[in-house]
């Protein structure tokens, strides 16, 4: 038996809350790589954004990961980061950092980006104890 434990090379910063967001966050959590990477719900009680350096709306209005060398990276280059761990996503990251491709998915990401605070989330009573639950933009 290995005791050893997997080193974490991502943080994956996600809002719970969010129905779709969820729903993508989960699917990574049960490929081959995700063991390498923690992800955390910002909208947990437990989360403080603060403890992690981070901009508290900024964190609720875009998407972002910490690499292993605790470099910040938001939006498509997150999913990039996640991608890139994940072994059934590799040709995915590759693919998505190309300029035209990646200024593509910018594109799409803004409009996402708009529209998230209007999607289905979860019950409200979920979050009751974070102070960002209610950010619209």
């Known amino acids: 038996m290995n005791n050893m434990k997997t080193q974490i090379k991502l943080k994956v910063y996600y809002d719970g809350l969010c129905k779709v967001c969820s729903k993508e966050i989960h699917h990574y959590m049960n490929q081959k790589g995700a063991e390498s990477i923690e992800f955390i719900d910002i909208c947990s009680s437990q989360f403080n954004p603060s ?4 901009d508290p709306h900024a964190i609720h209005k875009i998407m972002h990961v910490r690499t292993e060398d605790g470099t910040l990276v938001t ?3 997150a999913f990039i980061e ?3 761990l994940l072994p059934k996503y ?3 990251a590759k693919l998505a950092q190309r300029p035209l ?3 593509g998915l910018e594109q799409g990401y803004s409009g996402f980006v708009v529209i998230r ?3 289905p989330r ?3 009573n979920e979050c009751k104890d974070s102070p960002y639950c209610e950010l619209k933009n």
């Open 75 to 77: 939006r498509v280059g």
């Open 90 to 92: 590799n040709w995915l």
């Open 101 to 103: 491709i990646k200024y």
């Open 122 to 124: 979860y019950s409200k």
């Open 51 to 54: 403890n992690e350096g981070l």
């Open 117 to 119: 605070p209007f999607l």
């Open 82 to 84: 996640i991608w890139k």
